[in-house]
């Protein structure tokens, strides 16, 4: 018995009170209790937008302070999007297939740098890949430095956001019949086979959703990557940081690059939650 059955039965054993009439005014007040928090987050928005005309954007985006925290911003969360996916992929399978105690403590480590405060995330990667770091130590000796250089940026980006990679490539690998993959097996496909011809597209969707979401978020990282790789115009400089510059110099700079990081977050989530969740509907 499934368990949509089993609370269908259950709902047959409780006693609901005998429904009165409702006045249908009456019943649809409840809805206005959803405003207050829409209006919450939706003023904000609509006050940044208003000091930002497109005019402004226009005038502002050629600046080169502006120009170097794009090129920054859209290098390094593209190159850590893609070792998300290349490392983020074996771990994904690994946790979709183990339920255990064991790895649920790692299941639970994966989500840990998402709720971490980002000064914290910083200052762990510091004391694990600075000069005097845990691995940065060997690192020095071999001379190789990572704090304050682009690859600091790529390492606080991935760090920050590749668990949500993992989250969301793990659940859609979870999702998928494992019968299917047993019938693979059964026509003579080997592991490799089964996993890139039955398994990965079934799991796409999960997986381009997961690498969407993860690119949108490195692209907003801010707290460990001013900890970890400074706020250098031009080499670790993202457009978070140089909001964060921009307040303090040129609100105007700020203003520009926080309306384009809402549009790219906003374009993000739609591409999400439009396109690939009607692909799975279709099929």
Same mark, same amino acid.
Not at 78 to 104: E, H, N, Y
Not at 211 to 237: C, D
């Given at each position: ?19 009165? =009439? ?34 402004? *954007?226009?005038? !502002? ?12 911003? =859209? ?18 399978? /690994? ?13 639970? %480590? ?35 430095? *990572? ?16 668990? %949500? =990679?993992?989250?969301? #490539? ?13 019938? #693979?097996? %059964? ?11 039955? *398994? ?43 909001? !964060? ?6 609100? @105007?700079?700020? /203003? ?13 989530? *739609? ?6 969740? @009607?692909?799975?509907?279709? =099929?």
């Amino acid at each position: 018995m499934t368990s949509i059955m089993i609370e269908k039965e259950q709902l047959k054993h409780i006693d609901f009170p005998e429904k009165k =009439f409702r006045n249908p005014n009456f019943s649809n007040l409840w809805r206005l209790t959803a405003f207050p928090m829409l209006l919450f987050i939706v003023l904000p928005l609509i006050a940044l937008f208003s000091r930002v005309p497109p005019a402004k *954007i226009l005038e !502002y985006v050629n600046q080169a302070q502006i120009l170097q925290a794009l090129r920054v911003s =859209f290098s390094s969360a593209f190159l850590s999007t893609l070792l998300a996916v290349l490392l983020g992929i074996p771990l994904a399978v /690994l946790l979709s297939r183990k339920k255990d105690g064991l790895f649920r403590i790692v299941d639970t %480590l994966i989500d840990l740098p998402t709720v971490l405060p980002p000064a914290v995330a910083g200052i762990a990667l510091l004391m694990a890949f600075g000069r005097n770091g845990l691995v940065g130590v060997w690192l020095a000796d071999l001379g190789i430095t *990572i704090p304050f250089t682009g690859a600091a940026v790529i390492m606080a980006q991935l760090f920050v956001a590749g668990p %949500l =990679f993992v989250r969301a #490539a793990s659940i859609g690998l979870a999702a998928i019949d494992p019968e299917l993959k047993q019938a #693979a097996e %059964l026509d003579g496909a080997n592991r490799w086979q089964t996993f890139s011809m039955v *398994i990965l597209p079934l799991a796409w969707t999960s997986i381009v959703s997961g690498a969407v979401m993860t690119w949108a978020r490195a692209l907003g990282e801010f707290g460990a990557t001013i900890i970890f790789a400074g706020n250098l115009p031009g080499k670790t400089q993202t457009m978070p940081l140089a909001i !964060y510059l921009g307040f303090e110099t040129d609100i @105007n700079i700020a /203003l520009v690059l926080s309306v384009i990081l809402i549009l790219i977050s906003f374009l993000s989530i *739609i591409l999400v939650k439009g396109v690939l969740h @009607n692909h799975v509907r279709h =099929f």
